[in-house]
């Protein structure tokens, strides 16, 4: 089992920063790509960015070049840096992490609202 917890979601006004970090604890030798996912109200949850265990990273076009996504094997973390934050990124943002044999661990979520 693996376990994943979420902090650094808040409030902040459109244009400025945020980071989020994802604790991972438990059998993590088995996880590989790790990311962040994110589900606005009333919409499906939708990939936010991926990195693998190598460090390749994969981004929705909507933040490319605003968000980096970077991780810390040694201290089991993953993180979510956030630029030039915009209204439509507020959401309920989640760690994941791929299970070996299919399937996805979760994190409770962090709330990240953006005020215009």
């Known amino acids: 089992q693996v376990q994943l917890v979420e902090s650094g979601g808040g409030l902040v006004q459109a244009g400025g920063s945020l980071r989020l970090s994802c604790a991972a604890s438990?059998?993590?030798?088995?996880?590989?790509?790790m990311g962040w996912y994110r589900q606005a109200p009333g919409k499906q949850r939708e990939l936010v960015a991926t990195?693998?265990?190598?460090?390749?990273?994969n981004y929705a076009d909507s933040v490319k070049g605003r968000f980096t996504i970077s991780r810390d094997s040694a201290k089991n973390m993953v993180y979510l840096q956030m630029n030039a934050l915009k209204p439509e990124d507020t959401a309920v943002y989640y760690c994941?992490?791929?299970?070996?044999?299919?399937?996805?661990?979760w994190g409770q979520g962090t709330q990240v609202t953006v005020s215009s």
């Open positions: 994941d992490a791929e299970k070996p044999f299919g399937g996805d661990y």
């Open positions: 438990g059998s993590i030798f088995s996880i590989n790509p």
């Open positions: 990195i693998t265990r190598r460090g390749s990273t």
